[in-house]
């Protein structure tokens, strides 16, 4: 989402987070060019999957942990979320903000 990028040609571009650098940056490699470019999180928008794809819950209690989106409620700003593995395996998260979820790329 940075305008600063905009005229390099990636405002709006998606891409793949590879490494986090620091508390906020991220190594950022674009999807339709495979460049590789470090963003400051302010700079960045997490994309929402369809209900049923994979997301990775990036802030508060459950980070890091993979879930399945069950539902999204557009007038909150929120999501339903599934944990799908390990010791929170089936907790569903009823109301978790978008920011502190992002899709999965498989």
């Known amino acids: 989402m ?4 905009a005229d390099k040609g990636y405002y709006k571009q ?6 986090v650098i620091d ?9 339709e060019t495979k460049h590789v470019l470090r963003v400051n999180q302010e700079e960045l928008e997490t994309v929402i999957p ?10 508060g209690a459950y980070r890091g ?3 399945r ?3 999204i409620n557009t007038e909150k700003f929120c999501a339903k979320v599934e944990i799908e593995k390990g010791v929170y ?4 998260l009823p109301t978790i903000e978008y920011e502190d979820i992002c899709k999965v790329a498989l």
């Open 89 to 92: 395996e089936g907790r569903v």
């Open 23 to 31: 508390k906020y940056v991220g190594e950022i490699e674009m999807i």
């Open 50 to 59: 369809q209900i049923g794809g994979l997301v990775r819950i990036v802030n």
């Open 2 to 5: 940075s305008k600063a990028l």
């Open 65 to 67: 942990e993979l879930a």
């Open 69 to 71: 989106l069950l539902g």
């Open 14 to 19: 998606k891409g793949l987070v590879k490494k």
